[in-house]
Nanobody
């Protein structure tokens, strides 16, 4: 089993920045990638970005590309999501999860039903 714990959410102004962290523990070697997802009120959970644990290859949803950056520090078993240029529509609960990968054939989609508890991000003036 894999455990994931998110942190770093909060309130930011439009145009501001936040950095989310996802600490991963357990049998992570059974999975190839970690991803960030978000769910806004009344909407389905959607993928934002994924990163391969081994080679650091990344993928981004078009809505965040150029504003958000995913990274990992394997020595700390942590995956980060740096969010710049925040917009009110980025308001959501953000989750990290184990994913297939970052490509068309191994997509940024959840696998193994390993999710963190989520962290709230609110963008408002």
């Amino acid at each position: 089993q894999v455990q994931l714990v998110e942190s770093g959410g909060g309130l930011a102004q439009p145009g501001g920045s936040l950095r989310l962290s996802c600490v991963v523990s357990g049998f992570i070697e059974d999975y190839y990638a970690i991803g960030w997802f978000r769910q806004a009120p009344g909407k389905e959970r959607e993928p934002i970005s994924c990163i391969n644990y081994s080679d650091g290859e990344t993928s981004y949803d078009g809505s965040v590309k150029g504003r958000f950056t995913i990274s990992r520090d394997n020595s700390k078993s942590t995956v980060y999501l740096q969010m710049n240029g925040l917009k009110p529509e980025d308001t959501a609960v953000y989750y990290c999860a184990t994913t297939y990968g970052t490509t068309y054939y191994s997509p940024c989609a959840p696998v193994g039903d390993n999710w963190g508890q989520g962290t709230q991000v609110t963008v408002s003036s």
